[in-house]
């Protein structure tokens, strides 16, 4: 007779969260998890079920195109590298990035929150020009109130030197910051957010059609934004470290 299986309820559990995340955790975020839902393990013993049962993440990051477009300057590096903030709306970042769909060439204009990480706003176009960012915009001015003092971060890209960005953002009382020149390090978070982007949704997966890669992109951020745990936001997904942090103030 056969012993039961002590671990089979937690090996569910690991399998349950390894296949609700489609594959993109490893033992580190699971373990994190495990932790949020009350289970006290060790990560070795999480490493150690994961190895058995056969799931090993499926990300492997890559290098990835990044639309550039003409370098100039209109403002000084406000920002440098600061990458924290004490609250939402205090600074954001912003940037533009190519992606290459069955043969067809798409630009993503996405605002990003350095509080939690959070995607506030994006815009998908078949072209890289101003009314990318314009739309952009208008969505995440939604978020803004009159007493938010905000500073908006991008590189030296053509898109944030023409006059009507700049007199956008001055109507709102937003402060611009803009990247130095040829460094791509004074924009890294966002570009980060790229990187897993295009690791876990472009190069992960197959498309059938344009129109069911942008349905799940609009799935994916929601994914990043809602469920995705972040390690250095203690295991919460960015909309949960920001409604906690506000229901704590």
């Known amino acids: 007779m056969n012993e039961l299986d002590p671990d089979s309820e937690l090996k569910e559990t690991i399998s349950s969260i390894y296949y609700d995340h489609y594959g993109r955790y490893g033992y580190r975020r699971i373990h994190m998890e495990l932790l949020n839902r009350g289970h006290q393990i060790n990560h070795k013993k999480v490493a150690r079920i994961m190895r058995e049962l056969g799931l090993k993440s499926t990300v ?23 990458f924290t903030a004490q609250g939402p709306n205090q600074k954001w970042v912003t940037d ?3 992606f290459r769909v069955l043969g067809e060439k798409m630009y ?12 506030i ?6 072209r ?5 960012v314009e739309t952009m915009l208008e969505d995440a001015f939604q978020y803004v109130k009159e007493d938010d003092e905000l500073l908006m971060h991008s590189d030296q890209g053509v898109h944030y030197q023409i006059p009507k960005y700049r007199q956008t953002l001055e109507s709102k009382g937003i402060t611009q910051s803009m990247s130095r020149k040829g460094n791509c ?38 994914y990043y934004n809602h469920k995705r745990i972040k390690m250095k936001l203690g295991g919460k997904s960015p909309v949960t470290y920001r409604e906690q942090g506000q229901t704590a103030a």
């Open 60 to 82: 492997r990051r890559k290098k990835y195109i990044s639309y550039k477009g003409q370098v100039g300057k209109t403002a000084d590096n406000i920002l440098d590298r600061s």
């Open 96 to 98: 533009i990035t190519e």
């Open 108 to 119: 993503l204009s996405p605002v990003q929150d350095l509080f939690n990480g959070e995607i």
């Open 121 to 126: 706003a994006y815009n998908l176009d078949f």
């Open 128 to 132: 890289p020009t101003y009314k990318l």
């Open 185 to 222: 390090h004074d924009n890294a978070v966002i570009e980060n957010f790229f990187s897993i982007l295009k690791t876990e949704l472009l190069y992960n997966q197959t498309f059938e059609s344009i129109e069911e890669f942008q349905q799940e992109l609009d799935q994916y951020i929601y």
